[in-house]
Structure formats: structure tokens, C-alpha cells
């Protein structure tokens, strides 16, 4: 896990590199405007008080607002923090809506906390951040562990430090307290517009795609249902323990009622149990990590078998499994484009909060396609034109272009 931000700035020279870009501004892109600690104690339900460590990277703000979620699971660390919010500056500049890039997190397994702990630490974190974020300095939202939920405790906590009602301060949240219809879906939806729009440039069938789906979180669990519903053929699934995979096809529905009675995937019995890791390799067209970072490595690049890679989780190939990918063909999908649907949602759910005037389903839905789409022929023009067959790096040139014109633009 050591030092994911150096992979990532590793990416931006690379980068920098092909476009013949050497300047100031660059170095800027390099290190986080600010990083942020603090300690967070909470009161637990045996009575005793434990001190948690949160965490807020304010990556970049020069094309908008700092934006980006909050996560809360184990392994978070600040140099993972860092990483996230870098690519999340990445992420609003392709998806060109006007932020720039943070995250947050802390170390916790939320799993394990009572609903009263977990509202008491949100709301500690937020005190702990108050001063920093804001509707218009840094917007969190969920990310991995984080729930509309925990949203709505953040933001009605952040009110009540500001004396007036103040939705915008957070996106992600529950419809009844100002968030968005279609958000929970958005990164899934938006997701499955970008897989259409691949297969269409690569004239491959629906009908004759496979898709492997790792994680059935929020993210993971929408997108298998959407593809599933428009007559693609989903073959596994998994979930934190593991795996499931019939090459005939899951029925989603089905998976989805077993997964709701006995709180996994695993055991389904219409399928045979795999591990996480076996699911990555199956003979498939399309795997969508949709998870964890990491999870492609050089170990595993080799036995992947899949044509397509859909990056729905943040960073879930590794910098050294990328060239061994593009040897074989594989179209990696970057995340900064693939995952972009929920902030995209994100940025619609903070325009209805300030203009107070809100949008039906269809209208966030046809909005999201719109821009989403829009990303996606922008990084695939600047692919071709490159000539180049990585399509990481043309999202990136996309997105490093508008930064550093904006930079340019503003002056320092
Ligand atoms: N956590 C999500 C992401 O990584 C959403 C961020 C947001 O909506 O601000 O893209």
C-alpha cells in the first residue's frame, strides 16, 4: 500500500512527458495544497471514550470547490487519502464539471460500530473539519463505508454549527434531506454509459458480452444490476468474502434477494463459490473492479483474460500491471472517466441545493448521460489522435490540459 500518491504523480510526468510539458505549474499538480489531521474522540456505547484520527486532503482547488468523499474502513491511511484526492482532481477536470479535488477518511471499520457510534464519530468529524469545508471551499460525499446516512449526520451537524440549514456543505445525501434523486446510482449508471460507449467503438454485441464484477457495494451492486436489466450477460459477482460465478449467467435478481437474507453473494446455489481473486481472471470480455484499490498487479496482469477493463473502484490497477496489460491488448477503462458518474451526480445534487429547485429522476439521468458521454469521446479522440492505445493516459492529458490552462489563466 506504501506510497500510492508517488503512482499517481508517477502517471501525471508520464504524462507530462507525452505532451512535451515541462512548467511551474506542473509541480503544483504534484503536492496537495493542504493536509489535514485531527483527532476525533467519541463517545462508545460500553462508556468509555475512544480517540479516532481523521483525515481531509485538500488536493487542488483551482478549477472549483475541493470535492471529493469520506471514507471509513481500515486500511485507510493519509498517504491513501492523499492519492484519492489527487484523483478526484483528475476525475472533475475529465468529467470538465467546475471542482477541484479532495478526500477524507478515517481508519474504522464502520461494520463493527453501533448506529449511535457511527453517528457520534461522523459528527465529531465534522466538527473536527467545520472550518475547513463548506459549500463553496471543500464538499464531501461518500465514498467507500460512508452512507447517504452518515451525509445527513454530517450535514445536519455542520447546520447546526452555522446556525441555518446548509445542504450544499455535503452531496451523497438522502432525497428527504436534499440529496438527488438518481445519486445512489450515478457512479453505476454512469459507469454502464461509458461500457455502451466502449463497445460501441469496439463493435462488440451486448448480447455476446460477459462481465465479471467485483465488489457489490453501492457502486459494484448498481452497476451489475443496470448492465444486468439491459441484457448483459453478468457471470460473477462478489462481495468482501468472496465470490460467485456460473459462465451461463447469474440471475441478478435472484443473487441480490440471497444477498439481502444472508448478507453475502457467496452460497448463491446457482453458482459455484470463487475467491476475489479468481473472479479477476475468468474468461470474460469485460472485469469491473469495482472495490478496493490494487487489486491488478504484475502477479495477476498476466492470467487476466478479459478484453476490457472497467475501472469502477478508484486505482484498482497498479502502475506495474499497466504496461504488461497494454502488451496484451487489454483496454484498461480509467477510473477518472469510468467512475465518474457519482461526482458528476454529486455536482447536480449541489446546484438543486443552491438553487433550492429540484430536478426529477429522468432529468439527473439524461444530464449524467449527457456529460458523461461527452468525457468519454473527449478522452477517446485524444487517444486516437495520440496514437496512442492507453487510455489512462489521454484522460489525463484531458484533464492536465484544463488544469494547468486554468492555472495559467488565474496566475499563481
Ligand atoms: N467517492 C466518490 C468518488 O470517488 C464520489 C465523490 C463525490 O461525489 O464527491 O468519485
Known sequence: MANQLKGAVNQLNKVAQIMGLTCDELEILRRPDRV???SLPVLMDNGRMKVFTGYRVQYNNIRGPYKGGIRFHPRVNLDEVKALAFWMTIKCAVADIPYGGGKGGIAVNPKILSRGELERLTRAYTRGFADFIGPKTDIPAPDVGTTPQIMAWLM???????GENIPAVVTGKPVEVGGSLGRETATGLGGFYVLEQVLSKMKMAKSKTSVAVQGFGNVGMNFALIAYRAGYKIVAVSDSRGGIYNASGLNLAEVLAHKQATGSVVDFNKAKNITNEKLLELPVEVVVPAALENVISEQNAGRIKAKIILELANGPTM???????NK???LVVPDVLANGGGVIASYFEWVQNIRQYYWDQDKVEARLKEKIVAAFEKVWQTMEAGGNREMRN?????AVERLVKALRTRGI
Not at 445536519?156 to 452555522?162: C, K, L, M, V
Request: no cysteine; charged share 30%; aromatic share 8%.
Open 319 to 325: 502502475e506495474s500491471a499497466e504496461a504488461k496489460l
Open 328 to 330: 496484451k491488448g487489454v
Open 156 to 162: 445536519d451537524e455542520y447546520s447546526h454549527i452555522n
Open 394 to 398: 489521454a484522460a489525463y492529458i484531458v
Open 36 to 38: 489535514l489531521e485531527v
